[in-house]
Protein backbone atom coordinates (compact mmCIF):
# COMPACT_ATOMS: atom_id res chain seq x y z
CA UNK A 1 0.00 0.00 0.00
CA UNK A 2 0.76 3.81 -0.23
CA UNK A 3 0.86 6.00 2.79
CA UNK A 4 0.75 9.59 2.42
CA UNK A 5 2.54 11.86 5.49
CA UNK A 6 1.40 15.34 5.45
CA UNK A 7 3.71 17.78 7.82
CA UNK A 8 4.16 21.51 8.37
CA UNK A 9 0.48 22.73 9.21
CA UNK A 10 -0.49 25.04 12.76
CA UNK A 11 -1.64 28.00 13.90
CA UNK A 12 -0.25 31.59 11.60
CA UNK A 13 -1.61 34.97 12.10
CA UNK A 14 -3.35 36.53 8.69
CA UNK A 15 -0.49 37.73 6.03
CA UNK A 16 1.63 35.10 7.46
CA UNK A 17 3.28 31.86 5.04
CA UNK A 18 3.11 28.23 5.84
CA UNK A 19 4.62 25.41 3.63
CA UNK A 20 3.26 21.57 4.14
CA UNK A 21 5.36 18.89 2.89
CA UNK A 22 3.79 15.28 2.15
CA UNK A 23 5.86 12.57 1.79
CA UNK A 24 4.52 9.23 -0.40
CA UNK A 25 5.82 5.81 0.95
CA UNK A 26 5.09 2.08 0.16
CA UNK A 27 4.48 0.62 -2.94
CA UNK A 28 5.12 4.06 -5.10
CA UNK A 29 4.76 3.29 -8.81
CA UNK A 30 3.94 6.04 -11.40
CA UNK A 31 2.80 9.35 -9.79
CA UNK A 32 -0.07 10.91 -12.51
CA UNK A 33 -0.55 13.54 -10.10
CA UNK A 34 0.16 15.04 -6.57
CA UNK A 35 -1.27 17.72 -4.86
CA UNK A 36 -3.79 19.34 -2.15
CA UNK A 37 -6.94 19.35 -0.95
CA UNK A 38 -8.75 20.97 1.75
CA UNK A 39 -11.32 20.53 4.00
CA UNK A 40 -13.70 22.77 6.53
CA UNK A 41 -15.95 21.44 8.99
CA UNK A 42 -19.17 20.80 7.21
CA UNK A 43 -18.21 21.09 3.66
CA UNK A 44 -17.12 19.33 0.74
CA UNK A 45 -13.61 18.55 0.44
CA UNK A 46 -11.80 21.31 -2.48
CA UNK A 47 -8.91 21.49 -4.71
CA UNK A 48 -6.14 24.05 -3.38
CA UNK A 49 -3.73 22.52 -6.27
CA UNK A 50 -2.27 19.61 -8.19
CA UNK A 51 0.80 19.05 -9.81
CA UNK A 52 1.02 16.83 -12.60
CA UNK A 53 3.73 14.34 -13.88
CA UNK A 54 4.41 16.62 -17.10
CA UNK A 55 4.59 19.53 -14.28
CA UNK A 56 1.75 21.15 -15.03
CA UNK A 57 -0.23 22.86 -12.20
CA UNK A 58 -3.38 23.69 -11.17
CA UNK A 59 -4.48 26.04 -8.44
CA UNK A 60 -7.95 26.67 -7.10
CA UNK A 61 -9.18 30.45 -8.09
CA UNK A 62 -8.94 31.58 -4.34
CA UNK A 63 -5.43 30.53 -3.70
CA UNK A 64 -4.04 31.48 -7.35
CA UNK A 65 -1.50 33.42 -6.81
CA UNK A 66 -1.24 33.48 -2.85
CA UNK A 67 -0.20 29.13 -3.04
CA UNK A 68 2.27 27.33 -5.07
CA UNK A 69 3.47 23.77 -5.70
CA UNK A 70 7.47 24.30 -5.00
CA UNK A 71 8.88 22.10 -8.30
CA UNK A 72 12.06 21.79 -5.97
CA UNK A 73 11.18 18.46 -3.71
CA UNK A 74 12.43 15.56 -2.90
CA UNK A 75 11.66 12.28 -4.38
CA UNK A 76 7.72 11.15 -3.75
CA UNK A 77 7.02 14.16 -2.32
CA UNK A 78 5.01 17.70 -2.77
CA UNK A 79 5.03 20.62 -0.75
CA UNK A 80 2.50 23.16 -0.84
CA UNK A 81 3.97 27.21 0.04
CA UNK A 82 1.29 29.34 1.15
CA UNK A 83 1.98 32.88 1.31
CA UNK A 84 -0.84 36.01 2.78
CA UNK A 85 -2.77 33.58 4.36
CA UNK A 86 -6.21 34.34 5.04
CA UNK A 87 -8.44 33.32 7.70
CA UNK A 88 -10.80 31.90 4.89
CA UNK A 89 -7.78 29.25 4.43
CA UNK A 90 -8.27 27.32 7.76
CA UNK A 91 -8.83 23.96 7.23
CA UNK A 92 -7.79 20.45 7.59
CA UNK A 93 -5.10 20.33 4.23
CA UNK A 94 -4.88 16.71 2.83
CA UNK A 95 -2.40 15.40 0.58
CA UNK A 96 -3.39 13.88 -3.01
CA UNK A 97 -1.81 11.76 -5.17
CA UNK A 98 -3.11 9.65 -8.10
CA UNK A 99 -0.56 6.86 -8.91
CA UNK A 100 -0.98 4.37 -11.92
CA UNK A 101 0.05 0.71 -12.00
CA UNK A 102 3.03 0.22 -14.98
CA UNK A 103 1.61 -3.06 -15.66
CA UNK A 104 -2.30 -2.82 -15.66
CA UNK A 105 -2.32 1.42 -16.35
CA UNK A 106 -5.34 1.69 -13.49
CA UNK A 107 -5.43 4.52 -11.33
CA UNK A 108 -5.20 4.43 -7.68
CA UNK A 109 -6.15 7.63 -5.73
CA UNK A 110 -4.15 7.90 -2.25
CA UNK A 111 -5.32 10.42 0.63
CA UNK A 112 -2.94 11.61 3.67
CA UNK A 113 -4.75 11.57 7.41
CA UNK A 114 -4.54 15.43 6.95
CA UNK A 115 -2.88 18.46 8.47
CA UNK A 116 -4.50 21.13 10.77
CA UNK A 117 -3.82 24.76 9.52
CA UNK A 118 -5.60 27.75 10.88
CA UNK A 119 -5.23 31.18 10.01
CA UNK A 120 -6.47 33.88 12.95
CA UNK A 121 -5.55 36.72 15.06
Known amino acids: QVQLVESGGGLVQPGGSLRLSCAASGSIFRINAMGWYRQVLGKQRELVATRTSGGSAVYADSVKGRFTIPRESAKNTVDLQMNSLKPEDTAVYYC???????????????WGQGTQVTVSS
Open 96 to 110: NAVLRHPATARLSDY
